[in-house]
């Protein structure tokens, strides 16, 4: 069992349970209240392996897994397909819920909160060279045998990719 192992605990279908808090600037945290406020209550990625590698998307000066919020009339599922696909190129298929995070923001005293879950997820395709929706500011894709250091909850990430 790795060091992270002990941090977070998984339920009896093996899916991850866990809080997370993040402080944010003003701008970013009114921004992202501004959105569950108006009914984005859920967030998804996906953890896309393939060949020893990890499929990772760089937005906002870091890397992290393709994803994003929900839309409204959307599952879960289907939010995670059209976001790997806008962000990748890629095709995903849906696998299993690894992990379910209660991820709540704060500034000032303020909080707000939604959920976040990561899939497991198959992809096809060629990764596009043009990467992302105009709005999102994804600047780059890419394959990564070892986790970049700039890696959004990378702790997180390597305890899930080591189970």
């Given amino acids: 069992m790795s060091d992270d192992a002990a941090r977070f605990e998984t339920d009896s279908a093996g899916v991850v349970r866990r809080e997370s808090e993040r402080e944010l600037d003003r701008e970013s945290f ?69 992990s379910v995070t209660r991820q709540t923001f704060a500034h000032g005293g303020e909080t707000t909160a939604f959920r976040f879950a990561v899939y497991d997820a198959a992809v096809r395709g060629t990764l596009t060279d043009d990467p992302g929706l105009a709005d999102e500011n994804v600047a780059d894709v890419g394959w990564f045998r070892t986790l970049p250091a700039d890696t959004l909850d990378r702790p997180f990430l390597r305890f899930l990719l080591d189970r």
């Fill in 30 to 98: 009114e921004s992202l209240a501004a959105r569950i406020d108006a009914g984005m209550d859920w967030g998804v990625a996906a953890l896309v392996e393939r060949d020893g590698e990890v499929l990772l998307v760089h937005q906002r000066d870091r890397w992290v897994l393709p994803g994003g919020g929900v839309e409204d009339g959307e599952s879960r599922e289907e939010a995670l397909v059209r976001e790997v696909r806008e962000e990748t190129g890629l095709e995903a298929t849906v696998g299993s819920l690894r």
